[in-house]
């Protein structure tokens, strides 16, 4: 019985993933840290603090502080969300579908408040959620299922009547250790790796998800492929 519904941010409300990648290279490299697509790979899914410091640790530099190389990142995101962001393909009418429902829904973010604040904005969506849960609310981020559990007590649903949709495997590791059942929406690249295989279902993009199977009610285990 599904009685609410929790989103990841990036990747799922907004294509944001191309935006981070490009911030992130920018201020690394300007601070001379070398970082090649394959490199890149050993941050997926991670906070921007971790991130900061896992490439500090690889290539130490002493013109900004951690905490303001952080800062510069997250504030090229956002002017990126600012200047190009868009709801992801088929969003607004999940959304819709969710409201007429009388679904609750939630909002569980590895990025900061403001970068939060930022991506509802831009896409007017905020309406739409009961409770938007941002990094600085718990103690640890995702893979750990602090946020998610968060979300479903905000939303007053038990963890295991909540559907996530998420769209890396460090957010689908954190809704599955919260006991939730999990919509997957891999990046191309990921769309055949067995990490995805623990989600309850599988989707390209949010514009396959069929209602009248869904129902509200169950996920049941599927592979659609129309995108």
Known sequence: MIQAVIFDMDGVLIDSEPMWQQAELEVFSSLGVTICPKRKQQT??????????????????????????????????????????????????????????????????????????????KLQIRPYFSTCCSVEMVTEGKPAPDIYLLAAKNLGVAPEHCLVFEDSFTGMTAAKAAGMKVCALPAEHDWHHSKFDAADMKLRCLSELDFTQLNLRSVLSNERSCC
Request: glycine content about 6%; hydrophobic content about 40%.
């Open 44 to 121: 997926v899914g991670m906070t921007t603090k971790l991130v900061t410091a896992h490439w500090y640790q690889q290539s130490p530099w002493s013109s900004m502080s951690l905490d303001e190389a952080e800062q510069a990142v997250l504030q090229q995101v956002a002017t990126q969300i600012n200047a190009a962001g868009v709801p992801k393909k088929g969003l607004l009418r999940l959304l819709d579908h969710l409201r007429q429902a009388e679904l609750p829904v939630g909002l569980a973010t590895n990025s900061p408040g403001f970068l939060m604040d930022t991506t509802l904005q």
